[in-house]
């Protein structure tokens, strides 16, 4: 465990940090108390003078840190109106690629293309929306955060909270909407019917099932369990920082989607339960996590620059990927490595004869994919891509995989696999291909 703690650590300095981003908010409140800003609605900042001092605010939760990113982005948004500049010869000014770009990667992306498509007014369909952004940040502090719903509200559903395609999820219940627009834009009011949400509690642990999923509903909390279970069995460790970071699961049954989380959301995943085997769904299950336990340095820390250029070559995908994926991916799919080679230790379980050969395979891919990225994070920081932070971090779960170096070296002697001989020639021609 104690390799873990540095993790345990810093997810609590995260933690005190939204503790003073809240007293700077604070502070800032205090003393413009008198001044008014022409980019926001004056019910906007009513609304906001006298929240920002709830009491409800006071000690961390997720939901609150995610209501404090929804506030950063309209921060965000506005800054780009203040400095709006009209591109020259049929080309988009800096501020006018950034608006683009802020809606274009929003959940209004619909909804903004299709207006700009008519209007062809940037500036004017922004403002539209950052209204929205405003009731969405006023509904989301009613709703999750006083659990009070006593006017009409306009709220931007989060499937990774729960929410689904006629309801939002509020802490074991369900405020069905009165009607939702594009999928995302719901409308409630105070007389929006309840009723009563499905979820199941291992321990800590809460699992929240969409209304379309609720018929499945003892058969995936089964399934969760015995993952949940096997883990706190055979790596008590990784079991530990499983319970630390992770706190709410929501089953997913979406072709081709494995899983997936929220930088801005910590402490929910979202899980195909349906479509992946008991192995599948252990690794799934961790490797949401480590996305968690890597947010936790994001939300505090620059680690690294967000090119786009896709020049690196992730195993993973078997594609190139920008310097981002490879990074993020080198810090989750740790934990692949770490699950299955502890795994593959045991000598007294209750994995299947072929479970069990998939896991020490498992193991020994992973080490090899995790090892071939190293060459390209390494360059990466020399290249002052990577921060030093970025590279502390990294250098931390490089450690990590070359502890396990001997054990897979062993266990690759003991077996007898094509696919790791040709997970290891596709990275030999990938190194010869792509670099």
Not at 12 to 25: I, Q
Not at 184 to 206: C, F, G, P, Q, R
């Amino acid at each position: 465990m104690k390799q873990f703690n540095q993790f345990i650590q810093n997810n609590n300095s995260f933690k005190e940090s939204y503790l003073e981003t809240l007293a700077l908010y604070r502070e800032d409140a205090s003393s413009d108390v008198e001044e008014s800003n022409e980019y926001l609605s004056q019910r906007f900042q009513d609304f906001y003078k006298e929240a920002i001092f709830s009491t409800k605010l006071d000690s961390y939760s997720n939901l609150n840190f995610y209501w404090f990113n929804l506030i950063e982005a309209l921060i965000e948004i506005i800054s780009y109106h203040s400095e709006f500049e009209v591109g020259q010869d049929y080309e988009m000014s800096e501020s006018e690629d950034a608006i683009f770009n802020f809606w274009h990667d929003s959940n209004l992306a619909k909804s903004f293309l299709n207006s700009l498509s008519e209007t062809k007014d940037l500036l004017a369909e922004s403002k539209k929306l950052v209204h929205i952004l405003e009731d969405n940040i006023i509904s989301f502090f009613k709703i999750h955060i006083l659990e009070e719903v006593d006017q009409e509200l306009r709220y931007l559903n989060v499937p990774e909270l729960g929410d689904d395609n006629i309801s939002v999820y509020q802490n074991g219940n369900r405020i069905l909407f009165d009607k939702l627009e594009d999928k995302v834009l719901a409308h409630i009011n105070e007389n929006s019917k309840n009723k009563h949400a499905l979820s199941t509690k291992i321990d800590d642990l809460t699992i929240i099932f969409y209304s379309d999923l609720e018929d499945s509903s003892s058969l995936m909390t089964e399934k969760i369990a015995k993952a949940y279970e096997r883990l706190r069995k055979y790596t008590p460790d990784l079991f530990e920082v499983f319970k630390t970071f992770t706190n709410n699961i929501i089953p997913i049954k979406e072709k081709g989607i494995v899983s997936y989380s929220m930088q801005t959301l910590p402490g929910y995943s979202s899980i195909n339960t349906f479509d992946r085997d008991d192995i599948d769904l252990m690794d799934d299950l961790l490797h949401e996590n480590g996305h968690h336990v890597l947010n936790s340095y994001l939300n505090q820390n620059e680690l690294l620059e967000e090119l786009e250029e896709k020049i690196y070559y992730s195993p993973w995908r078997r594609a190139l990927r920008p310097i981002r994926g490879i990074y993020h991916a080198y810090m989750t799919f740790y934990w692949a490595l770490e699950l299955f080679s502890s795994l593959s230790k045991q000598t007294e379980h209750d994995f299947t004869e072929n479970e069990f050969k998939k896991i020490q395979e498992r193991a020994i891919e992973e080490y090899y994919m995790l090892v071939f990225c190293e060459l390209d994070l390494e360059k990466a920081y020399k290249e002052e891509i990577i921060s030093t932070e970025g590279h502390e971090i990294y250098l931390v779960f490089k450690e990590m995989v070359a502890s396990h170096r001997n054990h897979i070296l062993n266990l690759e002697k003991k077996i007898n696999s094509d696919s790791i001989e040709n997970i290891k020639n596709e990275l030999l021609a990938a190194r010869s291909e792509y670099y």
